[in-house]
């Protein structure tokens, strides 16, 4: 890449929200009262909320994951909506999940469980019309519950050896699955209406897979997965072959998401050197770099603000990013259909 493209992607910055006191560790989007927003969970045991379009916190911090393990630090968070209210779940060090009411800043109810242990990773989707998170743990197993009942749905689905540091959904077939990444070195693919596992896990990563993400390219679903040793996987879902050659980030690769600009559809990966990286994920073409964290990207999530495609990413810098999209060079033809919620890990 020439440097002249690398100083465009550069100058898409279009703010920088402050107020975490640690790294930032996950971040999630949203629409609350019809103004997009940005959920981000840090190190420093809170959650906040931020209006995308002018940059403003939404209200202060929540609070409210001091649990016995690692400090109440907040390691994952995804958003829904539950009986037409935007939420947001999140959990990391503390034996919580906690729900958070995005219009009001306040819990909704009690914790989902306790008692559970680490969650490493959540997304959220529909399956049978009810909004579903699931949840990747410490314990190697991935939960499933049912967030306008409050409860877990079934055992939970076990088959990874190793934190499961990322999920991420989609639909498959007019069926919704669940594709989570652990520190055992593989990718797994749970098909969420009738619970078992789709095929033998992915193989091919290296090292831990720390972050997924997933998409509609061209009427076929694909995850997309990213390893510490730096390498992102396209896997066409259908098949569950690799679709591609894998992608070189260049530094561990610790936070994935989609974007679509135009009829157009994107990768970005953040990786720990601070970078977020771009490519074409048909052709494997790199299309750019985003600049200007001063720490690992901890975590990556795409919104719509003012008629624009942004980027939303969290760092170790205690900073997120709003980056606009508009523009990007990428191929005509690509259909995307957004997956509801998608995050990664810690």
Known sequence: ?????RAHTTSRLRSTLTGHEHGVWSVATAVVNGR???VSRSHDETVRIWDLS?????GGPLVGHN???CNGEVWSVATAAVE???????????????????????HLGEPLDQGIGRMCAVATTVVGRRPVAVTGHADGLVRVWDLAGREQLGEPLAGHTDWVEAVATVVVDGRPVA????????????????????????????????????????????????????????WDLATGQPAGEPLDARSPVTALTTAVEGSRLVVLAGSAD??????????GRPIGDLEGHKGMVGGAATAVVDGRPVAVTGSNDRTVRVWDLTGLAAPVGVEHRPVTGPATGR
């Open 1 to 5: 890449m020439s440097d002249g493209s």
């Open 36 to 38: 997009p927003v940005a």
């Open 54 to 58: 002018d940059g403003r916190p939404v």
């Open 67 to 69: 649990g016995l393990i």
């Open 84 to 106: 037409g209210r935007p939420v947001a779940i999140s959990g990391g060090g503390s034996d919580l999940i906690q729900m958070w009411d995005l219009a009001t800043g306040r």
């Open 179 to 234: 594709v989570t990444g652990s520190n055992d070195g593989t990718v797994r693919v749970w098909d969420l209406s009738d619970r078992p596992q789709s095929g033998e896990p992915f193989t091919g990563h290296a090292n831990e897979v720390r972050a997924a993400a997933a998409a509609v390219v061209d009427g076929r679903a694909i995850a997309v997965t990213g390893d510490l040793d730096g390498t992102v996987r396209v």
């Open 274 to 283: 601070g970078t977020v990286r771009i490519w074409d994920p048909v052709t």
